[in-house]
């Protein structure tokens, strides 16, 4: 089997629903589109690593009508040329559309043995790795920063490890669902989603205290915090955990829970998720063991999540303080207009370049116009 070409094939399939739908707004930050587009490259050099025969050329990401998408086809090559069922991949991205199912070839493992051995060590270990990447991030992330270029630097460095380790990590889960679907046909990949199973804990919680209590209800529906001494405890201990959270959170530019408590007050707001219970039957006692693995690996990936997310916290903090800097020596119009430029953008302006009135008038447009488009699926 030849290695994959390095060049751009004609159907490339790239798809936005498929990895980024769940993390990111229906239009992420320009800021974050050109990040993410800069991280795809040290993404596929993971795979590399397992098997140097893989092309360098062909871009595992690239931006579309402003949102990031994935090459799937490229994915799926990857799993062809080692022989491995596409189905591995559409589940590890959650890519309902999986084209032309491909199953496993025993000719392509056999000479691939190497190359797969490196991948499964990856899988394998997914757990340790990751928990060993998050003091890694932690180092790399949270510290000052003294320029737009050091923090934009440290941030592709904690992105490319991010999607590595959660990539693994789904990667063990989609194994135990395909076991899963050979037992029974019925087994899909929806709840391979990220479920944030003990935030969702936590908040069904407070959910439960105020409904039991209508004048606290009648507080938040006007989005105010209600004074009442058992609330604040629930409130305090809630923001504590999970005010580095936020909605559509790999987006940098979107604020977190801290900074608009507003947004926290929408989330207790919202009705608590159906918990639908398995029927009791010999079928699913056979699959027991494997939903108690599958579901372990979930709060892993979840911890992993909710860790990392106090790196990207910090890291946004530390641009909207450069930000700052920015607007006195009049380059930025407001703080915020920083999401609103690429990565390269924001290293010129460590070299003293200020845009001017017209430029942000013609991102500003750009971007509206962006808005009105529909994201490739």
Request: glycine letters at 4%; a positive charge.
């Amino acid at each position: 089997m030849c290695p994959l070409k390095n060049v751009m094939p004609r159907h490339d399939r790239f798809g936005w629903r498929s990895y980024f739908h769940d993390s990111l707004p229906a239009v992420p930050s320009w800021f974050m589109s050109s990040l993410i587009e800069s991280c795809g490259a040290g993404v596929f050099e993971h795979f590399r690593d397992c098997d140097p025969r893989l092309p360098l050329t062909r871009p595992m990401i690239k931006v579309v009508s402003g949102r990031p998408i994935v090459n799937l086809s490229l994915l799926n090559e990857v799993m062809r040329t080692w022989g491995l069922p596409i189905r591995l991949r559409a589940d590890t991205v959650a890519d309902d559309k999986v084209g032309q199912a491909f199953g496993a070839n025993s000719g392509r493992l056999i000479r691939h043995l190497v190359p797969i051995f490196r991948f499964g060590r990856a899988q394998w270990f997914a757990t340790r790795d990751a928990r060993r990447a998050t003091s890694t991030l932690l180092q790399t992330g949270c510290r000052p920063f003294e320029s737009f270029g050091a923090a934009v630097a440290a941030m592709q460095l904690v992105y490319v490890e991010k999607t590595w380790r959660m990539f693994n990590l789904t990667g063990c889960i989609s194994l135990l669902q395909s076991l899963r679907r050979a037992i029974t046909p019925e087994a899909n990949g929806t709840h391979l989603r990220m479920l944030n199973t003990f935030m969702e804990n936590d908040f069904d919680s407070v959910r439960a205290f105020i409904r039991s209590h209508p004048s606290v209800q009648r507080i938040l529906e006007v989005g105010e915090i209600p004074q009442e001494l058992e609330f604040q405890d629930l409130w305090i201990v809630i923001m504590d955990r999970y005010g580095h959270r936020a909605v559509y959170e790999d987006d940098l530019a979107q604020p977190r829970y801290a900074e608009t408590p507003k947004a926290l007050i929408a989330a207790l707001m919202t009705p608590p998720r159906d918990r639908l219970r398995p029927r009791r039957t010999l079928l699913n006692r056979v699959l027991f063991p494997i939903e108690v693995q599958t579901r372990r690996l979930l709060a892993e990936r979840e911890w992993f999540q909710h860790r990392t997310m106090v790196v990207f916290t910090h890291i946004r903090n530390e641009l909207l303080r450069l930000a700052d800097h920015a607007v006195l020596r009049g380059q930025l119009p407001t703080r915020e207009a920083l999401w609103n430029l690429d990565i390269d953008e924001l290293r010129r302006l460590d070299q003293g370049w200020q845009p001017d009135e017209a430029f942000w008038k013609a991102r500003a447009a750009e971007i509206d116009r962006l808005a009105q488009q529909q994201p490739s699926q």
